[in-house]
């Protein structure tokens, strides 16, 4: 009988077990497949980033809420897509709307156009323009280049693109004009696109409601000018004054500052 010394160890203690190496072959086999298997997974739309979390969303002392509910990005845009592919709706915006819409939007850029605020040279943008009544009524006054912007296309008047993040390069409209500020779930987003893709001297002009609330696809509610004066940092207001625009009660024009103040 060997006898050993209560400081060594045994040979069977020293030697790793078959079943210990056979696990950590499995685990160095299967680790490539899992990162493969990991790295093919569909990743979550995010949304555009840069802004407060949502339920931190009020700006101007609660001027500006953000309307809760909103499970991720893909929701909200899932439920503006509900109201932008409505058959009924689009059916109603290309016939008994069009031409009425048109007329009032006409009589909103003739009064610009008298105040030199839009040109016949203007490059003009019109945003969350759907079927583009804003952008016929831009075209039939005689500012020939203009486009509109929309989660989904109507040609040849509007293009396809989220308004978060506009598919533009940096200062390229003269012009911008837009009625669905309340539908931005991002309203930081949705002006610092505005304010990147207008020309410096540019002007952006918005229709919105104070008074009363909006229906259930928009993502936000506003009481004052108040937030969009601070959101517009890069711009100086204009003039801002009541209009009947389809709901919308008030309108206000910011011309974007030719030199921007160094922070």
Not at 82 to 109: A, C, H, M, S
Not at 114 to 131: D, P, Q, T, Y
Not at 134 to 153: F, Q, T
Request: with cysteine.
């Amino acid at each position: 009988m060997k006898i050993f010394h209560a400081g060594m160890k045994t040979t069977a203690q020293t030697k790793p077990s078959p079943l210990s190496k056979y696990f950590l072959l499995f685990l160095l086999l299967c680790l490539p497949c899992i990162l493969l298997l990991y790295s093919l997974q569909p990743k979550r739309h995010q949304p555009p980033t840069g802004d407060p979390p949502q339920e931190n969303n009020i700006y101007g002392s609660g001027d500006l809420k953000i309307r809760p509910g909103y499970a991720s990005y893909e929701s909200y845009i899932q439920l503006q897509l509900g109201k932008t592919l409505n058959p009924k709706l689009r059916e109603l915006w290309k016939t008994r709307d069009w031409d009425r819409k048109i007329q009032v939007f006409g009589g909103f850029f003739q009064d610009l156009k008298r105040k030199k605020l839009l040109s016949n040279e203007s490059k003009a943008l019109c945003i969350g323009a759907r079927v583009g009544q804003e952008v016929e009524a831009l075209r039939r006054i005689g500012v020939s280049d203009s486009v509109g912007i929309d989660l989904v296309p109507s040609p040849p008047l509007v293009i396809g693109g989220d308004f978060h993040n506009q598919p533009f390069d940096n200062e390229t409209f003269d012009f911008e004009f837009s009625n669905v500020f309340d539908h931005a779930l991002y309203p930081h987003k949705f002006v610092g696109e505005i304010e990147r893709t207008l020309k410096p001297g540019g002007v952006c002009v918005l229709h919105v409601a104070l008074s009363r609330r909006s229906d259930k696809y928009s993502a936000n509610d506003l009481y004052s000018v108040t937030p969009l004066v601070e959101l517009f940092n890069r711009s100086e207001v204009v003039h801002t004054r009541k209009v009947d625009g389809f709901g919308l009660d008030t309108e206000i024009v910011f011309r974007k500052k030719k030199v921007i103040p160094s922070s």
